[in-house]
């Protein structure tokens, strides 16, 4: 519970999109409280901003993709992740090109420049999204919910047939000391066959072994191996972390997943922002303190649905 947060300095960072495999310049800027989260496309000249708002997100397939008619940024929630991970409210994300840069296929790089630059707290008290009731959805064996709690913990469970993935489950209450330890490492990861069709397809074209962990049937093809023996899951929960940011703030309660993913976690802000019988939100003003304010705002997210 604290003022909200921008970063000290500009960052700028070069790396290949994902799937465009185009060299893409990203530059992370100071912003005023209550700005949010905002991208920017400096290689189009009209219209080029948008807001991380889970109203303008446009596409859930591989990546999340926010804007539309062209004006869209892909692969945000590495990005975001990090964001939400380190308590960063406001922020302007200047990019050349439609994509996120991929670096290392994890948040940690984000982590370590954001760190590096400093981080500055504001004027303004946090805004917090408080669950009051319990929220669900699901789709074949996949199901994802949000339910009431006084922090905010995520409980994920993955089944993949593979040998060396199979079950995993991990529990985590975020904070920036666990986001920085536990998570923020975790690579995302594929397997060889779809990475081969995916690539046949134009898509994953800046895919490698640089930026992800490459499975065949048997064994994990990169030569370093894992980080951690439960980088899959961990990778899920950082995904997880960097959607669920896109309802514009903080969210105090428990998320659980299983066998989850982009379409779920989106489904699942879409399912919480059509039923505002079942959350609140405060803003933070002093140790203690805290004020009920309604979420329809410029930077609310019931503004955006
Ligand atoms: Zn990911």
Known sequence: ?????????????????????????????????DKGIVFSRSDIVE????????????????????GTNGNTVSTVEHL?????????????????GPEIPVMDGSALPFVNMI?????VEQELGRRYLKITKEVSVSEGEGW?????????????EIYFDHPLIGYQCYHLNLSELTYEKDICFARTFGFLK???????????L????????????????NKEGLRHPLEFVKHKI????GDLFLIGMPILGHFSAYKSGHKLHLMLLKELAAHPDCWQVFRYHAPGSFQEEPAVSEQGFTSVI
């Open 1 to 33: 519970m604290s003022l909200q947060k921008t970063v000290k300095n500009d960052i700028t960072c070069n790396s290949v999109g994902l799937h465009s495999g185009r060299k893409i310049k990203m530059v992370i800027r100071p912003a005023d409280a």
């Open 47 to 66: 219209e080029n901003s948008v807001h991380a708002l889970v109203g303008n997100v446009s596409d859930t397939t591989l990546a999340t993709t926010i």
């Open 80 to 96: 975001l992740s990090a964001l939400r991970g380190l308590g960063i409210d406001n922020a302007l994300i200047e990019l050349s």
């Open 115 to 119: 760190k590096e630059t400093g981080v």
């Open 144 to 156: 994802a919910k949000l339910e009431p709690g006084s922090t905010f913990e995520i409980t994920y």
């Open 194 to 204: 779809d990475v081969e069709y995916l690539q046949a397809k134009g898509l994953a």
């Open 206 to 221: 800046g895919g490698s072994l640089k930026n992800a962990i490459v499975l065949n049937e048997e064994k994990i093809i």
């Open 238 to 241: 950082l995904d997880a972390i």
